[in-house]
């Protein structure tokens, strides 16, 4: 077999194989529809059978940032506070919101903690994400900016930066 032979016939399997994962990766982008079929009870009055209509709708997109659902834990090792805070992670609209769960102290003893909303995250692509991150120092509760960056599915980490106080948090998944 010729050298130029030999090379048109891989150039061709190299493009049908790469031309075949395009469509396949474009494939998986486009929406899913169903068709549902429902069984409607007709009055008796007007006839005896049951009608069939078909349609199709738009199933909703299940989000491919819901896997944040949940309890996360948050350790603290400061003057004012040695232990760790449990936090309920919800989806509330478009948006998520952490609510305070546990209160952890540094021996493992838990207490139910008031339900305080502390974050909610407005922006959120599945890596990283934007929102607003509520803390109380010295007795003042302050709402600052914060960003999301998901190092793994069951570790988050959370920053910010408020008038040269900055500091990152790391969030563990329960």
Known sequence: MKNSTLLFRSLFFITL???GAHLVSYATDLPVKKTVTTLTEVPSSVSESRTSSTFTEE???TSLTD??????????????FTGAI??????EGSEFHAYT????????NTQKAPKVKTLVITVFDGYKGSGRYTLT?????YTIDCQIHMVDKTTLQLSYDYYGYSDVET???L
């Open 67 to 80: 896997y944040i659902l949940g309890r996360w834990r948050v350790q603290y090792n400061s003057k004012d």
């Open 86 to 91: 449990q936090y309920l992670l919800t989806k």
């Open 171 to 173: 969030w563990k998944k």
């Open 59 to 61: 199933l909703p997109e």
């Open 137 to 141: 120092y010295q007795e003042k509760t």
């Open 101 to 108: 769960d546990r209160y952890e102290d540094k021996h493992g």
């Open 17 to 19: 194989i790469a031309g």
